[in-house]
């Protein structure tokens, strides 16, 4: 037994750069840049599948792409400065789609016959929903209320939860990845081939360009072959799905995007508000909540940081929904929440420096406002990206289970609650997933829409559910007999801010600022 015995380790040991340390500029920057063409992915997207619902055109997408990026670069800039300050991306949420879709499928809206009108009064609507729905966020995250109810959280509670913000979005990985086979498959062999087998290799200055740049290097070459395929005519009597997912000059964006296009404001503008579009919001709000609250715990351990303490997840929680007000002032289609995808790459790099995320989002503000230089990246095809899912969705999934290691995996109480919390935290929403298309109101259809889109929203995320299960059954059976078994003597000290002297180190506010605003 002595042989096979690895004793739990609070911090990952093979990471290059934690939280506070930052490689040399030339490497940040094009580290950065690689964070920036992962983003791309989910905030074109998101667009492509609603703007079109929404009567708008491409170029209507093209500018709503463009201020989706430049609201996640301010947003993640905030984020990294003021709320948690963890290495996290702030991107656009697809969680937010439900919604948004009974949004789309209000009938005042569906009267409105001419397109581009009914897509601007529909973009209002949404903005006036987001506006007031981030209050939830805001209220729970300053109010430390949500740092109240993560008392109830343990490494136990915690591992499902963050295990199903990776594996629970495995429709956008090879199911996504299938639509174009051959662009997807050789895209994730790259990735795994550079990533883990070429890593060592060092042929430029004893530098480790293959586990750094395994994204940049398989994106450029993947996409290099998918314009060949596309310039050759190899999809011309192809399904129109297939040349969709295939093609990389069907997006229409680089033809629309104008030139120099600065987001602004209340740019489509006033919003609109109606009850039952903001409580239908409030639910792909507390969602959010949930999914992001996870993110951090994976950023936090692939940063080798200490598990963000209640105050900071409570700060981090407030500065993410004053994003998502944003997100309604600006006009993003969308809400926000932290970006999986981003969270991955950090443990597929082995880089956590938060100053990496900082000058991405530089990025993100400099291309979107550069709209036919943003547009150029924005058309990759998606199977690419869908591969890249598939490696980084795993990696932040495995990341939860790293918090089982703190936890007795010999009771029986404890599998039964990891078992059954994994089980229905991907059965449950697959379950609801399967009734629920754009056009329906999915499996709860009451007469009340926002009714059904708040329900059918909570028990789509596999993360919501998972949390649900997993910290109730983890507070009501034996709860006193087991805490030792649950983890508590080791979660204990990162409750309070105070609790371990590692937290200022990582979570302290730039800038002097904790004098003014002290931790609670």
């Not at 963000?308 to 993410?320: E, K, T």
């Given at each position: 037994m002595g042989d096979i015995l690895h004793p739990p380790m609070e911090q990952l040991q093979d990471l290059e750069?934690?939280?506070?340390?930052?490689?040399?500029?030339?490497?940040?920057?094009?580290?950065?840049?690689?964070?920036?063409?992962?983003v791309v992915g989910t905030s074109v997207m998101i667009?492509?599948?609603?703007?079109?619902?929404?009567?708008?055109?491409?170029?209507?997408?093209?500018?709503?792409?463009?201020?989706?990026?430049?609201?996640?670069?301010?947003?993640?800039?905030?984020?990294?400065?003021?709320?948690?300050?963890?290495?996290?991306?702030?991107?656009?949420?697809?969680?937010?789609?439900?919604?948004?879709?009974?949004?789309?499928?209000?009938?005042?809206?569906?009267?409105i016959h001419d397109p581009h009108l009914r897509f601007m009064h529909t973009m209002r609507a949404i903005q006036g929903a987001l506006i007031v729905a981030s209050s939830i966020q805001i209220i729970l995250g300053y109010s430390q209320v949500w740092g109240l109810f993560s008392r109830f959280f343990s490494p136990l509670g915690m591992a499902p939860v963050v295990g199903l913000v990776g594996l629970g979005l495995f429709q956008r990985g090879f199911p996504a990845l299938g639509n174009c086979v051959e662009i997807g498959l050789p895209m994730l062999i790259l990735v795994i081939g550079f990533s883990q087998y070429l890593k060592h290799i060092k042929p430029i200055r004893d530098f480790p360009i293959f586990e750094r740049f395994p994204v940049l290097i398989s994106v450029s070459i993947v996409w290099i072959y998918a314009l060949i395929l596309t310039a050759s005519q190899a999809y011309r009597d192809k399904p129109n799905a297939t040349q969709i997912s295939c093609r990389t000059d069907r997006a229409g964006l680089i033809s629309t995007a104008p030139w120099f296009k600065f987001p602004y404001p209340l740019q489509w503008g006033p919003p609109t508000f109606a009850a039952g579009h903001s409580i239908a919001m409030m639910s792909a709000v507390l969602v959010s909540m949930v999914e992001s609250t996870g993110a951090y715990q994976a950023a936090s351990r692939?940063?080798?940081?200490?598990?963000?303490?209640?105050?900071?997840?409570?700060?981090?929680?407030?500065?993410?929904?004053?994003?998502?007000?944003?997100?309604?002032?600006?006009?993003?289609?969308?809400?926000?929440?932290?970006?999986?995808?981003?969270?991955?790459?950090?443990?597929?790099?082995?880089?956590?420096s938060r100053r990496v995320v900082q000058i991405s989002a530089g990025f993100m503000i400099f291309f979107s406002i550069l709209g036919k230089f943003g547009a150029v990246f924005a058309s990759i095809p998606f199977p690419i990206y869908a591969a890249l899912y598939c490696v980084l969705f795993g990696l932040v999934g495995s990341i939860g289970l790293s918090f089982l290691q703190f936890t007795n995996m010999n009771s029986m109480r404890n599998l039964f609650i990891i078992g059954l919390s994994l089980f229905l935290g991907i059965s449950i929403p697959h379950f609801f997933d399967e009734y629920w298309t754009p056009h329906r109101r999915g499996l709860v259809h009451t007469n009340a829409g926002w009714f059904n889109a708040f329900l059918n929203t909570i028990f789509m995320s596999p993360p919501t559910v998972g949390l649900m299960v997993a910290v109730l059954l983890d507070n009501t059976i034996e709860v006193e007999k087991s805490k030792k078994d649950r983890g508590m003597p080791w979660w204990a000290k990162f409750r309070t801010f105070r609790g371990d002297n590692r937290n200022e180190e990582f979570y302290t506010l730039p800038f002097n600022l904790n004098r003014f605003f002290p931790p609670t």
């Open positions: 750069y934690c939280i506070d340390s930052n490689p040399p500029w030339p490497e940040t920057i094009l580290l950065a840049f690689q964070n920036y063409i992962l667009p492509t599948l609603l703007v079109p619902m929404m009567g708008g055109s491409d170029g209507d997408k093209a500018r709503v792409i463009q201020t989706l990026l430049f609201v996640a670069g301010i947003k993640t800039l905030l984020q990294t400065l003021f709320g948690t300050r963890l290495p996290a991306v702030v991107g656009g949420s697809f969680a937010y789609v439900v919604p948004i879709a009974y949004i789309i499928n209000d009938s005042s809206l569906l009267r692939l940063a080798i940081a200490t598990p963000p303490p209640a105050y900071v997840l409570s700060r981090g929680i407030g500065w993410q929904g004053i994003g998502i007000m944003l997100d309604g002032l600006f006009g993003t289609c969308t809400g926000s929440t932290v970006s999986v995808e981003n969270v991955g790459l950090l443990g597929l790099t082995r880089v956590g």
